[in-house]
T-cell receptor
């Protein structure tokens, strides 16, 4: 069964303190690995899609990377406005649905 | 260009009543997905629909839950005879084509928070 596991569950950083969030996945025939950001009371907001091992994508202070078993979301010099829950999801095989992890709750303190 | 619109934002029902959740996808999107999010849990896939067709309902409970996406109008997620365990945030997402194809992704609405008393 396809599965996505995210760690840590929660992460508290000081402003400017860089770190990484982990997403481990087991999926048959990965077609896409997705990262979303979710703010309280809102729906997930798309960040990145990665399609193959070795691929990297960047957006402002965020960089997503992908290996054959994991994806990392690197946050460089975070700001308080980066505080949110970050969700990872996989899509595999012939399915059109995304399988989500439980997310990492990031809090960045000024 | 309006995003995915869900209504109501909050819905309160008593046990045994029916709940109807509505979702209007983004303009030009013909693929709709429903997800449920329980506290401390991730988003769980429920159903995937295209206009007038249910493509994948593998995440839908076998009883009391149904979904439709008619030719005209919004997609509806219907829960009959609600129970306390149905209390959750229900999110709708849409895409213009099949996700997994290059550059295709899901756009989510702000969700409907269902509370069952």
């Amino acid at each position: 069964e396809d599965q996505v596991t995210q760690s840590p569950e929660a992460l508290r950083l000081q402003e400017g303190e860089s770190s990484s969030l982990n997403c481990s996945y087991t999926v048959s025939g990965l077609r896409g690995l997705f990262w979303y950001r979710q703010d309280p009371g809102k729906g997930p907001e798309f960040l990145f899609t990665l399609y193959s091992a070795g691929e990297e994508k960047e957006k402002e202070r965020l960089k997503a990377t992908l290996t054959k078993k994991e994806s990392f979301l690197h946050i460089t010099a975070p700001k308080p406005e980066d505080s949110a829950t970050y969700l990872c999801a996989s899509q595999g095989g012939a399915t059109n649905k995304l399988i989500f992890g439980t997310g990492t709750l990031l809090a960045v303190q000024p | 260009n309006a995003g995915v619109m869900q209504n109501p934002r909050h819905l309160v029902r008593r046990r045994g009543q029916e709940a109807r959740l509505r979702c209007s996808p983004m303009k030009g999107h013909s693929h709709v997905y429903w997800y449920r999010q329980l506290p401390e849990e991730g988003l769980k896939f429920m159903v995937y629909l295209q206009k007038e067709n249910i493509i994948d309902e593998s995440g839908m409970p076998k009883e009391r839950f149904s979904a439709e996406f008619p030719k005209e109008g919004p997609s509806i997620l219907r829960i009959q005879q609600v129970v306390r365990g149905d209390s959750a945030a229900y999110f709708c997402a849409s895409s213009p084509g099949q996700i997994g194809a290059t550059n295709e992704k899901l756009f989510f609405g702000s969700g409907t928070q269902l509370s069952v008393l």
